[in-house]
């Protein structure tokens, strides 16, 4: 008896995926920002929370690691 995968290879999946990615990506940046100290304004954690591209999640998470402010993650965009 055979099982079907195909869902687990659609786009659909991928997309589940991606976003599943994204959200935890975002969920570092406020814990990496908390654990430092770092005051997170409501505009600033939106921001965060609602930003699905992961290259740019990954910059932002670089830059909480030495931010002194939630703003600096955003600086050069």
């Known amino acids: 008896m055979a099982v079907d995968l ?3 290879k ?3 999946s991928e997309e589940l995926r991606a976003e599943g990615r994204a959200e935890g990506r ?3 940046i406020l814990f990496v920002l908390e654990r ?3 005051h997170v304004p409501d505009a600033a ?3 965060i929370t609602s930003c699905d591209d ?3 999640l ?3 998470l670089d830059r909480a690691l030495t931010a002194h402010t939630a703003e600096d993650l955003f600086a050069e965009e």
């Open 10 to 12: 659609s786009p659909l």
């Open 54 to 56: 992961l290259d740019i």
């Open 26 to 28: 975002a969920e570092d």
């Open 6 to 8: 195909s869902f687990y």
């Open 36 to 38: 430092r100290g770092v």
């Open 45 to 47: 954690r939106t921001r």
């Open 58 to 60: 990954r910059r932002w």
